[in-house]
C-alpha cells in the first residue's frame, strides 16, 4: 500500500521541542518533493514547511522561520520537521505531503498546495500547559 504516515506527534508544553517525521511505505521518496501542513480547528489548513526532492531547496512560513527545520533522509526514506520553541497557537494536527518531481517551487508547494500526489492522515500536535 503506497502512503505516508507521520509520527512524532503529542503534547508539549510551550516553548517546548518537537521532531516530527513522515516516512514512505511502498514507494520511494527520493523523487518526490515533500511539505509539512497544519491544521488548527475551525482554521484553513496551512503551508508549514516543503523541501524540494534533491533537498537543496526548502521553504518555511514566516510564522516558523527561525524555528522549524525541515530535513530529509532518502537513506530512511523519511523526511524531518523539527520544531523548537513551539507556541500554542501551533496545536493543530500536522501533515506531510508528497509531489512528484520537481516541477514547482517548494514556495508554490507550500503555499499553492496543489497537485499532490499523496497525503498522510496527520499526527497531532497540543502546546499547552
Known amino acids: 500500500q503506497l502512503q505516508l504516515v507521520e509520527s512524532g506527534g503529542g503534547l508539549v508544553q510551550p516553548g517546548g521541542s518537537l521532531r516530527l517525521s513522515c516516512a514512505a511505505s511502498g514507494f520511494t521518496l527520493d523523487y518526490y518533493a515533500i511539505g509539512w501542513f497544519r491544521q488548527a480547528p475551525g482554521k484553513e489548513r496551512e503551508g508549514v514547511s516543503c523541501i524540494s526532492m534533491s533537498g537543496s531547496s526548502t521553504y518555511y512560513a514566516d510564522s516558523v522561520k527561525g524555528r522549524f527545520t525541515i530535513s530529509r533522509d532518502n537513506a530512511k526514506n523519511t523526511v524531518y520537521l523539527q520544531m523548537d520553541s513551539l507556541k500554542p497557537e501551533e496545536t493543530a494536527v500536522y501533515y506531510c505531503?508528497?509531489?512528484?518531481?520537481?516541477?514547482?517551487?517548494?514556495?508554490?508547494?507550500?503555499?499553492?498546495?496543489?497537485?499532490?500526489?499523496?497525503w498522510g492522515k496527520g499526527t497531532l500536535v497540543t502546546v499547552s500547559t
Open positions: 505531503a508528497a509531489r512528484w518531481g520537481s516541477r514547482t517551487s517548494t514556495r508554490h508547494m507550500c503555499v499553492i498546495a496543489d497537485g499532490m500526489d499523496y
